[in-house]
């Protein structure tokens, strides 16, 4: 066995349908008594629910959380919490709603409790972005990662299946990635399996007409995601990330759609140079490949599988191959101009790996 390092971080985790009515006393518990409740404009009808549940315990809700947190935003939340004195945030969301407690955390230090309604799994990170000037900077800082995140299976009923499907993917990404990261250690490597096996699971049943099928296949996404979250905020990601990074920052495709495109190209890149992960991904979806079987998977539960479809430009593709190039990161496999190009290409065209 390869020595290898564990870093455990002391994070309290709620799982189950329904979990939501406990949050007053989640709030309790980390000794607080004045919360600012986080959200989306989208999202205001479950951050007014959950500050009715809080009752005097809440003090206001800010209902502009925006994709990649912009500054303006972020800057614009801390000075309400502040001004209200706050001793708490709720974010209620996706990722976009929790990076925005998470800017808020930075800088104040302030407990967090986050409540995940997708599957991109930010709650089990110490990963922060802020987008300045177009620019989006990423950071790692502890004091970001939610002190208690509140998993209620009955608030992901409302991501429609479309949506849940590519943020389960995206969720996968992160399980798959970190089984061939140079820092992983066994019990990353357990959790990502666990991972990949509930999406295995989830995605074929999401779009289900039988509501017992939905209900279970639901339950299983969000407790994937968690697990998949602990793989993404144990380990360093790779070629797959990094390349989802350039295309989301650099030409504004949508995050989980383009993690969904890009995951079976990534993989089938670094197949043969990771082969102990690749047998690992492809035994916890019960397929015989794991490029092919990720792409099947994902197809089958209706996602798109060309980046042409989710509005990238045939004429960028040199353009993203030169950014992924430029930056340096760990990856099974060197960084190969050509093979990256044609994997971009492959994304593009969304056809099945070979
Ligand atoms: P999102 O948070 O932007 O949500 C997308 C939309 O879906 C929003 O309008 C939201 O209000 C809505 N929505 C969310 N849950 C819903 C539900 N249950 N029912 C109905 N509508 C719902 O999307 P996301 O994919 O969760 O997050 C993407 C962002 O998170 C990106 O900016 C990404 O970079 C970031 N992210 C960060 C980390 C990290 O570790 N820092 C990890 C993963 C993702």
């Given at each position: 066995?390869?020595?290898?390092?564990?870093?455990?971080?002391?994070?309290?985790?709620?799982?189950?349908?329904?979990?939501?009515?406990?949050?007053?006393?989640?709030?309790?518990?980390?000794?607080?008594?004045?919360?600012?409740v986080l959200s989306t404009p989208g999202q205001r009808a479950e951050a007014e629910?959950?500050?009715?549940?809080?009752?005097?315990?809440?003090?206001?809700i800010f209902d502009r959380a925006e994709m990649h947190v912009p500054?303006?935003v972020?800057?614009?939340a801390?000075?309400?919490?502040?001004?209200?004195?706050?001793?708490?945030?709720?974010a209620v969301g996706g990722g976009s709603t929790i990076g925005l407690g998470?800017?808020?955390?930075?800088?104040?230090?302030?407990?967090?409790?986050?409540i995940p309604t997708t599957?991109?799994?930010?709650?089990?990170?110490?990963?922060?972005?802020?987008?300045?000037?177009?620019?989006?900077?990423?950071?790692?800082?502890?004091?970001?990662?939610?002190?208690?995140?509140?998993?209620?299976?009955?608030?992901?009923?409302s991501l429609?299946?479309?949506t849940?499907?590519?943020?389960?993917?995206?969720?996968?990404?992160?399980?798959?990635?970190?089984?061939?990261?140079?820092?992983?250690?066994?019990?990353?490597?357990?959790?990502?399996?666990?991972?990949?096996?509930?999406?295995?699971?989830?995605?074929?049943?999401?779009?289900?007409?039988?509501?017992?099928?939905?209900?279970?296949?639901?339950?299983?996404?969000?407790?994937?995601?968690?697990?998949?979250?602990?793989?993404?905020?144990?380990?360093?990601?790779?070629?797959?990330?990094?390349?989802?990074?350039?295309?989301?920052?650099?030409?504004?495709?949508?995050?989980?759609?383009?993690?969904?495109?890009?995951?079976?190209?990534?993989?089938?890149?670094?197949?043969?140079?990771?082969?102990?992960?690749?047998?690992?991904?492809?035994?916890?979806?019960?397929?015989?490949?794991?490029?092919?079987?990720?792409?099947?998977?994902?197809?089958?539960?209706?996602?798109?599988?060309?980046?042409?479809?989710?509005?990238?430009?045939?004429?960028?593709?040199?353009?993203?191959?030169?950014?992924?190039?430029?930056?340096?990161?760990?990856?099974?496999?060197?960084?190969?101009?050509?093979?990256?190009?044609?994997?971009?290409?492959?994304?593009?065209?969304?056809?099945?790996?070979?």
């Amino acid at each position: 066995m390869k020595d290898f390092v564990y870093t455990g971080h002391a994070q309290r985790v709620v799982f189950g349908s329904g979990t939501l009515q406990r949050l007053g006393k989640e709030v309790a518990a980390l000794g607080a008594s004045r919360a600012i409740v986080l959200s989306t404009p989208g999202q205001r009808a479950e951050a007014e629910r959950v500050a009715t549940l809080l009752g005097a315990r809440c003090v206001g809700i800010f209902d502009r959380a925006e994709m990649h947190v912009p500054i303006e935003v972020a800057r614009e939340a801390r000075e309400l919490a502040a001004k209200l004195g706050v001793d708490c945030a709720v974010a209620v969301g996706g990722g976009s709603t929790i990076g925005l407690g998470k800017a808020i955390a930075l800088e104040s230090a302030l407990p967090f409790i986050a409540i995940p309604t997708t599957y991109a799994g930010s709650e089990m990170t110490s990963i922060y972005g802020i987008t300045e000037t177009g620019l989006k900077k990423t950071g790692l800082d502890a004091r970001v990662r939610p002190r208690t995140v509140l998993y209620d299976v009955d608030l992901t009923l409302s991501l429609p299946v479309a949506t849940s499907v590519t943020s389960g993917m995206n969720a996968l990404a992160h399980a798959a990635e970190s089984l061939y990261a140079a820092d992983t250690n066994p019990v990353i490597d357990l959790i990502a399996q666990e991972g990949i096996a509930a999406f295995g699971r989830a995605l074929p049943a999401l779009g289900s007409a039988d509501p017992a099928r939905i209900d279970a296949a639901r339950a299983e996404a969000l407790y994937g995601a968690w697990l998949c979250g602990t793989a993404l905020g144990a380990v360093g990601m790779g070629l797959h990330h990094k390349l989802c990074h350039t295309l989301g920052g650099s030409f504004n495709l949508p995050h989980a759609e383009t993690h969904t495109i890009v995951l079976p190209h990534a993989l089938a890149y670094n197949a043969k140079a990771a082969p102990t992960a690749m047998a690992r991904t492809a035994q916890a979806l019960g397929r015989g490949d794991a490029p092919q079987g990720v792409f099947d998977i994902a197809q089958g539960a209706g996602a798109r599988m060309a980046l042409r479809d989710i509005g990238m430009r045939s004429a960028d593709l040199d353009r993203a191959c030169e950014i992924a190039m430029q930056n340096r990161y760990p990856n099974p496999r060197p960084l190969e101009a050509r093979a990256i190009r044609q994997l971009l290409q492959d994304a593009f065209d969304g056809v099945r790996p070979a």
